[in-house]
């Protein structure tokens, strides 16, 4: 086993400066020679070739010292994050949500954290196709639906309740809807991406009652729950949307909600984050105030 006080003296050491580092840390060649072979020792392997013309890394110690680099790495930023911690919260954050999550809940909870943060700035992205967003340096994500990227860290944070919904117009010119089948003739609208729902079927649930599943044959298929909303008030055909974008709709008469004992699953909202390195006091904090915000905001109303 490595010791602990061996680790970092081996992530120090470079052998193009091997002396002037001896001299600057005021330690003889035999004391950092000795510290060395001990490494050696420790490890089972040979770190280093000596020959007439200097020194050089094996391949063993190549491997050492990267992952030597790396942990002082850890414990200078968990150093870091203690000292920010005793400190009012600083620098710059990079967001990312979908444009209809974005646009609504999350523009509100970025203000909200903002004003209590005041020295903290921060960089929304919004797009409906999430893909790589924290490959590409994105701090930390709200995404609803599936999370389909093993390699992030994924804090549930509430669930969007789905609703049927279509304009008093449309309703009033088609036939009464009693059961889930009799809206696999009305015309469909669908939001695109496999992370939300299927475009071609939907399964519905109500409470005594088996599961149905009806066959969706989309007139149209939008990236954005608002564009299909306005298609839903123009009266082109009836649609799933989330409960808190309709609400207001409903109470004012511009959508009906279609058999709403009838429901289809609800959606999963995560707040979404790197799981490979340790992340600043900023970060950690956005994290959790994310968390709660949207946990309340999707809650159900009284």
Known sequence: MISRSSGPLFASWNPAVFLPRQRRLKEAQSTLSRQLRLLEKQCGAALLRRDT?????????????????????????????????????????????TIDLGQSIVTRLISRFLQANPNVTVELGLSSRPLRMIQ???DVAMLPGKI??????????GKMALQLAASPAL??????????????????????????????????????????????????????VMSIREAVRDGLGVSVIPEFLIGEDVRCGRLVRLLPEWSPPDLP???VYSGARLLPTRVRS??????????KELAPKP
């Open 148 to 157: 389909t990227d093993e390699s992030v860290i994924a804090r549930p944070a």
């Open 136 to 138: 590409e340096g994105c």
């Open 286 to 295: 956005f994290v959790d105030f994310a968390v709660s915000y949207i946990t």
């Open 269 to 271: 909202v995560h707040v």
């Open 53 to 97: 013309h200097g020194m050089s890394l094996t391949e063993a110690g190549q491997h050492l010292l990267t992952d030597a680099h790396g942990i002082l790495a850890h414990a200078e930023e968990a150093d870091q994050r203690l000292r920010e911690g005793q400190t009012t919260l600083t620098g710059h954050l990079r967001l990312f949500a």
């Open 171 to 224: 309703v009033k010119e088609r036939p009464t809807v009693k059961e889930p089948a009799d809206l696999e003739s009305w015309p469909w609208i669908t939001i695109g991406g496999h992370q939300f729902w299927n475009t071609k079927e939907l399964t519905l649930s109500a409470r005594n009652r088996a599961d149905q599943t009806i066959r969706l044959s989309p007139l149209l298929i939008s990236e954005g």
